[in-house]
């Protein structure tokens, strides 16, 4: 396996994705891993992945996007205890008791939706919620 952590982290980018070829993601929170599982499937089916950080929403959806490989700087448990009961290889830093927000003074969305969540596909529904009501917001305060 590459180095992807560190590609990711020289590159100061939030999410790398080998999978016969190597693309970079700068944006924020889960939206560019979102947006591989829904418009390009293929891509992360057996991919290898490197994060800045991973909650319970991200290792949902490496989980439902077939990833085979995690590296990552830092990991929530719950992620990890999700990763672990699928065939994704995993290899972090840091565990965390979970993702903080942006702030740092409480739990990044996400991760608090999720968290009592059991499977990756009510994850999934979570975050589709999420984001939905996240871009209705940013159209209404335009």
């Known amino acids: 396996m590459t180095d992807l952590l560190n590609i990711l982290q020289t590159g100061n980018y ?3 994705v080998q999978n016969g070829g190597l693309r970079t993601f700068c944006s924020r929170g889960v939206s560019d891993l979102y947006r591989l599982y829904l418009q390009e499937p293929e891509f992360l089916k057996g991919a290898q992945i490197a994060d800045k950080a991973v909650g319970k929403a991200a290792a949902a959806l490496m989980v439902l996007g ?7 700087p830092l990991i929530s448990r719950p992620a990890l205890e999700l990763l672990r009961e699928y065939p994704v290889e995993v290899a972090f830093g840091q565990e965390v008791p979970h993702i903080e927000n ?22 999934l529904t979570a975050i589709a919620g999420f984001i939905e009501s996240q871009q209705h917001r940013n159209q209404t305060n335009i």
């Open 14 to 16: 939030s999410l790398v």
């Open 66 to 72: 077939g990833v085979s490989k995690l590296q990552t």
């Open 102 to 123: 942006r702030n740092r003074n409480g739990w990044c969305p996400l991760e608090n939706l999720c968290f009592s969540l059991k499977t990756p596909q009510e994850c």
